[in-house]
């Protein structure tokens, strides 16, 4: 037993390795060593690692959303300037995987029962390419202010639209298609996958 569940850890850590190298692959991918390079000049660079961290978050599901996002601000006596935004933004389901631990690993007769860390929403951003101004009114030299907290608050409604339409659970349910089987062809066993379901997959308001 003590010797599966090693081996299913070392399945963990090789899969946390293959994320964590495309991740890098994705952020390496647009950048070229002869990018700075001319026929007469060379470039020389230096590269200062600030700082490591640990890749473990396995990226499940993903929802894309598109918005009409009113903004404006209350005056007493002028006009309320206002600017209306046309959103496109997307929100990121995933497990980190690096919580699991070997007490996370157990079998019951010919079962093996594996207790996933909860799901979590790992990001969610604007996609400013495909998104943009309206229509502004009566912003004068607030303009870019009031653009930037509009773009701030369609953000935030990006968050709360991804958990009101259930990615958390989405996530969970990717997890036992994709995690499930391929722990069922290594452990040769019947292999069922439990989370706790924190509250944060109840509907924000």
Not at 19 to 26: K, R, S, T
Not at 161 to 171: C, H, M, Y
């Amino acid at each position: 037993m003590t010797r599966f569940i090693n081996s299913l850890l070392r399945f963990f850590l090789v899969l946390l390795l293959v994320v964590g190298l495309v991740v890098l692959w994705e952020q390496l991918r647009g950048w070229s060593v002869f990018s700075g390079l001319t026929k007469k000049e060379a470039s020389v660079q230096t590269v200062v690692l600030q700082e490591v961290t640990e890749l473990g978050k396995l990226e499940l599901v993903k929802y894309r959303f598109k918005d009409i996002v009113e903004h404006q601000l209350i005056r007493e006596w002028l006009p309320n300037p206002k600017a209306v935004l046309i959103v496109e933004g997307e929100a990121v389901g995933c497990l980190d995987l690096t919580k699991i631990t070997s007490e996370d690993i157990t079998t019951q007769g010919d079962s093996l029962i594996v207790h996933l860390p909860d799901p979590e929403l790992c990001s969610y951003k604007i996609d400013h390419r495909n998104s943009r101004v309206f229509n502004t009114e009566y912003t004068f030299f607030e303009e870019a202010q009031l653009v930037s907290e509009a773009y701030r608050r369609a953000e935030t409604q990006i968050r709360r639209a991804a958990l009101n339409s259930g990615i958390l659970e989405q996530t969970r349910q990717n997890a036992d298609k994709i995690l499930k089987p391929m722990l069922e062809r290594i452990s040769g066993k019947k292999v069922f996958l439990t989370t706790r379901l924190k509250a944060t997959l109840q509907p924000l308001r």
